[in-house]
Structures are given as C-alpha cells and as structure tokens.
C-alpha cells in the first residue's frame, strides 16, 4: 500500500484542474482550504440517491450542539436558514432533491468495534431487507473513541491504531453489502483539540501527549491509502480543525488563522461546538459535491 504524501490534493480536484486552471483563481470565490486534504475518487458525486444514512460516533450524534438543529446532520440536510442565513440552498435537500428516507443509527461512545457489532445489524433492521434496493449516500464519523483508549496508561497505541484501521477496511466492506447498488461511502480521519501541538491546559488535564501525535499522524495517513485502494471519500476532519482547537489564539503556531481566530471545539475539548458542527456540514457537503473546501470568513453567529 502506497503512503499518500501530506499534501496529496483531492484527488477529484486534481481531475477539475487538470487544465491548469486553479479553483482559487476564480472570480468571486474563496480560496480552497490549504490544510484540507481529503482522498475523493475522481467522480464520486452521487447520482439521485433516494437514501441518507448516518452512522458512528458521539459527532454524528450531535454531541456539542447545543440544539438539535445546530448538529452537523440536521444542517446538512437542510439548512437553517435563522441559524445560517449566508447557507439558504447549500444542503443536500437542494443538492440531492431525490433522497427521500434518513436513517441515523449513530450512538455517543461508539467505537469501529461497536459500529461493527450494534450499529450495522441496526441498519440492516432500519432497511428492512438486505441488499436494500436503491442509490444511497452514506456518511459518518468514526475512529475518535478507539484513539482515546490509545491514551490510556499500559496501553498499545499502535496496536489499537492497526486495530482500528483493519476495522475501518471490514465497515466498508460491510456497508456495502448492505445495498443492491454500491452506496456513496464518506468517512472522517480523526482530529484533536490541540492543533498539532499535542498539549493544552485546557484539555486532559493539561497532560503532555505530543507522544502520541506520530499515532495519530499515522492513522490518518494509512487511513487515506485505505480510501485511495477501496475507493471510498476519505474526508480530512483532522486538516480542517487545525488553528480551531485549543491553540486557536496562538499567532505563532503553524496554523493560526487570522481571518478566523475561533474555536471550534466544545468544552470537553471532544465534541464539536455550534460553529464546529457547521464546520463539519461544510466539509462534508464539500466532499458530496465533489469540490475542494473552501476558506470561510468568520461572519457567521456564534
């Protein structure tokens, strides 16, 4: 398996400029996102799905909104044109007028372990029979939790990360067995609060991880190599947050970001805040359109 570069581009955005032009060039447009480097295969954009499915994690979940309608999942079915008066239109409600049925079977604490034995019989019990007829977009959140045992005392980061990844191969394998046609597939790397530092005060006890950081690096790197092979998007959580967690207000850190200086992190230094979680829209609308990411100025509530 070839380990991809750190600044692989988007594999679809490398096909959309292959005639030189640069997306950022364009009249009128932010420019892409420098740290977002999601693997998405050349024309993987869905094609009148009549299905949304949510699955994984505490994030998908909603944890760190505090409403329901400010979750990542409600705004990216539909906006909220009060909440995000600036994204009228941009949902997949107007992108993909076909999806007709949302199942949502993710739970808060959920690991690659748990979404494999709890979530995925849930889902085939949501779709009544298996392969379930019709074009369907799957999107989730996974990986978080089985990082946060590697942080444990005694325990065997690598072996969890290996873990982790063999497990990631067998949910998209499954996943798909679940459909008569091959589902759209976009599935989160795993981010951290710190910015790439690897210590906060503010964030477990102010412990020094930076230990850890290589781990988590290598996750994410095998992790795209796995969306390059089986074909799934490979959405890049982790590049998005940096200069939003716990370092936000650094001006020297790596990724300070002076047009948008702002946390996107709740509390518990885990979950993402309000703005977080439209973040997390963002960037999955992004991949489901198959556009690279752009820079968002910070005119939005908080």
């Known amino acids: 398996m070839t380990r991809l570069l750190p600044l692989v581009l988007p594999l679809a955005w490398l096909a959309a400029c292959a005639d030189g032009t640069d997306p950022a060039d364009d009249d009128g447009l932010p420019p892409v996102d420098p740290d977002v480097h ?80 709890a979530q995925m019989p849930e889902l085939e019990r949501e779709l009544g029979s298996t392969p379930a007829p019709g074009r369907t977009v799957v999107v989730m959140t996974i990986g978080g939790n089985d990082a946060q045992r590697a942080l444990l005392p005694g325990s065997d980061p690598a072996e969890i990360i290996d873990q982790a990844l063999e497990n990631i191969e067998e949910i998209v394998t499954e996943v798909r067995a679940l459909f008569d046609e091959e589902p759209w597939i976009y599935l989160t790397n795993i981010y951290e609060p710190t910015d790439a530092v690897g210590q906060a005060d ?81 960037l999955f609308y992004a991949a489901i359109a198959g556009e690279p990411l752009r820079l968002e100025a910070d005119t939005a509530p908080e």
């Open 202 to 282: 503010a964030c477990f006890f102010g412990l020094d991880l930076s230990s850890k950081l290589p781990e988590l690096d290598r996750y994410n790197a095998t992790f795209a190599d796995l969306a390059e092979e089986l074909g799934f998007a490979g959405v890049d959580l982790r590049g998005h947050f940096l200069g939003h967690g716990y370092h936000y207000d650094d001006v020297d850190s790596a990724h300070y970001d002076a047009d948008d200086p702002k946390l996107w992190f709740a509390d518990d230094c885990i979950h993402p805040n309000n703005r977080g979680h439209h973040e997390i829209r963002r």
């Open 38 to 117: 999601s693997v998405l295969p050349v024309g993987y954009v869905p094609d009148a799905p009549v299905r949304l499915v949510y699955m994984g994690d505490s994030i998908t979940a909603g944890v760190g909104a505090t409403e329901d309608d400010w979750a990542y999942t409600a705004l990216l079915r539909k906006n909220d044109r009060k909440k995000w008066p600036d994204f009228v239109g941009i949902d997949l409600k107007t992108a993909q007028p076909t999806i007709d049925e949302v199942i949502d079977v993710s739970v808060g604490g959920a690991t690659t372990f748990t979404l494999l034995s």
